[in-house]
Every structure is written in C-alpha cells, then in structure tokens.
C-alpha cells in the first residue's frame, strides 16, 4: 500500500507509534533540571521567585515557552520534507550571518559574535550547527555520494570548513571546536579510519609541541609512521605491492602533515588565539599557575563540584552557588551548580540522561531507512556529544574554558532555541517514517 505522501505502507500509525516518546521526555527532564539550576544559580542575588521575569530564571521561563511552540510547530506542522529541500537556502542565509556578524556586532569578552535586537541578543553560531547538518544529510545522502570520490571529500570538509573559519573569525573557539564532532559521522558514513587518525595525531602532537620542544613532536611523530610502516611490512606479503605502497603513501602523508602541525604550532598558538585563550591552555597543561586569574573560574567550580560529595548538600545550599563563587554559573558552568547541591550521584543522573538521549538519537538514526534522516540523526548525536563532552571536561579542569553552553541546562535562548530545533527536526523526520509502514 502508497501512503497519501507517497511512502509505502500499510496504514497510518498514530502520535503513541510515531514520535519517539522516550527523546521527547529525555529532553523535557533536561530542560526542567536546567531551569531550576538556573534558578539556584542566580536566587540569592537576583530574583525574589523563579517566575521572576526581569531575572535570568524568568527570562529562561519564557525561552522554554517559545521554545515548545517551536518544537510543536516542528513537529505537527511543518512537512519534514521541507528541510532537506531548503537547506542549501538555509546553509547560505546563515553562513551569511556569520560573516556580517563580525563586523557590526559588539565586542564581549573579546567575541563577535552576537547580534542585539533590542533586548534580544541572537548568535548565529548556534543556528549554523543545524543548517550545516541539513546540508550534510543532503549532500550525503545522494544515491551517487561516496566519500571515497575526492571530489565529494573535498565539498563534505568545504560545507563544514566553511561555517567553522567564520566562527573562528567571531573568536568564538568553543563553538568552532563542535564541527570537528562532524568527522565521526563522515566515519559512520564510510570514511577512512586513517583520517580519525590524522586529526587525533594533529591534536596530540599540538599539545606535545606545547609542553615539550619541536624536535620531541618530530622524534614522537617519525617514531609513530615508522613503526606503523614497519607493521605493514612484516603483516603482508612480498607479493602484496600495492599493500606496501599504500602504507608507504600513508606514512609520509602523515609525517608531512605531522611536521606542518609541529611548525605551525607556536604561530596559530602565539598569533591565532587570542591572550585570555593562551592563558586559559597554559593553565590546563600546567605550564603557568594563575589561581586568581584565568584559574579562578575552574579552581571555583572544582571546589563547588567536590564539596557536593554523594549526596550534594540539597536544593538552593550550595555555599559556592549561593555566594557567586563560580563565575558565569547560569550560563557554561551550570553543571557545577549540579555537583555542588545534588552531588556526584546528580552529576551522574545528568549525564546519564544525555548518554541517553545520544544512544536514543543514534539507535533511531540506524533503522531509519532514509538516508537523510540517518545522516542528520548522527550529525545531531555528534554536536551533542561535543557540546557535552566539551563544557563538562571545562567544568572539571579536563578542558581549557572556551566558553560553551551545556545543551538544554545552560542559560540562553540562542543555545535552547538551537537544540531544541535540531532535536525536533529529527523526531519529526523519525515521525515521518513511522507513520506508514
């Protein structure tokens, strides 16, 4: 049997078979734990209630509002199809906004990369994850796509590359670092593990040349492609030439991009990064101690997380969340609020819902049968486990802080509005499928 919108099936199931129940509450309980640690974050020093709209408490109350409108806008209105087919116009329009962003916005915390309507502020960094995930799934999703075509590389790192240098323009790293996430699903999709080779031996040899000198990076590297080649060798046959060569081109590749990342590190560390961000890594490696500076942020929320212990010491106690130890706690530090009032036991539910929430995503994402819907399942799974692996490690001291929002939890339209967006597009896409079979 057709079904009306020309899917084949059987008959047309309904809300309790079609939308994935199960995300639809795993979001709603994250953004409830966000809104009441916003509040605890904030409730000695600004609002009298949480329904208090002229603090961050209330002003998130009414994010949450429009946000839901949004997600049932997304879900019961708008047809799926659409955004597969506006998502070059979409891709465009925001790439655009990026750039001009630059420009005409003001400088905060040494950013550009918001814009103020009035009393609204606007960050289209935030928006760009989900039109650069549309365009992927579409791009990817073609009968003729293979990642194995340079051609086809080339424009997958060129609609990824494109968005990340502009927001690395707005000096916004943390949101720039999110796209490298994007590789696992190029992975998932067929590429070559070399490559996740390639970008994790960059990052390690960027840190190594950072605490050691250039010529440990090189020895540590040559060492690395040798013996990688070496292991070829001695694994294949005498016969087996184009195994060896194969090897052969691999090992000097990665060398020759090695050394380029060894002798590029002092210029993008000392000229690319800005002074508050050096600072920031050089405290995380351990090469300076600054305590009252560019430490205190990290040193405060490691002390308000461990003071938590199992338990935490309960709802609106925390001494370091009440007392405004932790700066920035509403908005990139939240998760520090969690530790300290619901401790490590919170800490753990937190994450738990989001462990939740990927594997959800990822296990929807592989049965659906539209190659669009897979792709951009895992292009969402990958900005979440980003953004969540990125702003829990800042919290901790595992990561420099780069300042970015922890999904659904942190205080910010732009970051809700975005998530839930993105997350509501594919239960709507998911929707489509399963209602006929």
């Not at 129940?21 to 020093?45: E, F």
């Not at 997380?305 to 370091?320: A, W």
């Amino acid at each position: 049997m057709i079904s009306p919108d020309g899917m084949p099936g059987s008959f047309d199931r309904g809300l309790g078979k079609t939308v994935d129940w199960w995300l639809v509450g795993t979001y709603l309980l994250l953004v409830l734990i966000g809104w009441i640690n916003i509040y605890a974050s904030i409730h000695s020093t600004e609002p009298a209630s949480i329904f208090d709209w002229t603090a961050r408490s209330g002003k998130q109350a009414i994010w949450i509002l429009t946000a839901f409108a949004l997600d049932v806008l997304i879900l019961f209105i708008i047809n799926p199809r659409l955004w597969e087919v506006l998502s070059p116009y979409g891709y465009v329009a925001v790439f655009f906004l990026l750039v001009l962003v630059i420009f005409v916005s003001k400088d905060v915390k040494g950013s550009h990369s918001w814009f103020e309507l009035g009393p609204v502020k606007f960050q289209p960094a935030e928006i760009s994850k989900i039109t650069t995930s549309l365009l992927l799934a579409m791009v990817m999703s073609k009968p003729t796509f293979r990642l194995s075509n340079r051609k086809h590389l080339l424009t997958v790192a060129a609609i990824i590359g494109l968005p990340m240098l502009a927001i690395l323009g707005e000096s916004e790293t943390g949101s720039a670092l999110v796209y490298v996430g994007f590789i696992f699903v190029l992975y998932r999709e067929g590429l070559s593990g070399w490559w996740l080779f390639l970008v994790g031996m960059a990052i390690l040899l960027f840190i190594l040349t950072l605490v050691t000198k250039w010529w440990v990076s090189v020895a540590v590297l040559f060492t690395v492609c040798a013996g990688y080649f070496i292991q070829v060798l001695r694994q294949s046959r005498r016969e087996e030439r184009v195994r060896r060569r194969k090897a052969l081109s691999r090992s000097l590749l990665a060398f020759a991009a090695g050394v380029v990342v060894v002798l590029a590190t002092g210029f993008v560390f000392n000229q690319v990064l800005q002074d508050h961000q050096r600072k920031r890594i050089e405290v995380l490696l351990g090469l300076k101690e600054d305590p009252a500076g560019v430490g205190y942020n990290v040193r405060q929320s490691m002390i308000a997380i461990g003071s938590g212990g199992l338990f935490g010491k309960g709802y609106l106690h925390g001494t370091q969340t009440t007392y405004g130890f932790v700066p920035e706690q509403s908005t990139d530090f939240i998760f520090c609020t969690v530790g300290e009032e619901w401790g490590f036991l919170g800490c753990l539910a937190v994450i738990a819902l989001y462990v939740f929430l990927i594997w959800r995503i990822i296990e929807d994402a592989d049965r659906s049968r539209e190659a669009f819907t897979r792709i951009y399942g895992y292009c969402l799974a990958a900005c979440l486990f980003m953004h969540l692996f990125i702003n829990i490690g800042m919290t901790i001291g595992l990561m420099p802080v780069i300042g970015i929002p922890l999904p659904l939890l942190s205080y910010g339209g732009s970051s809700l509005w975005a998530f839930s967006v993105m997350l509501f597009i594919f239960i709507a896409l998911d929707r489509q499928e399963k209602k006929y079979f």
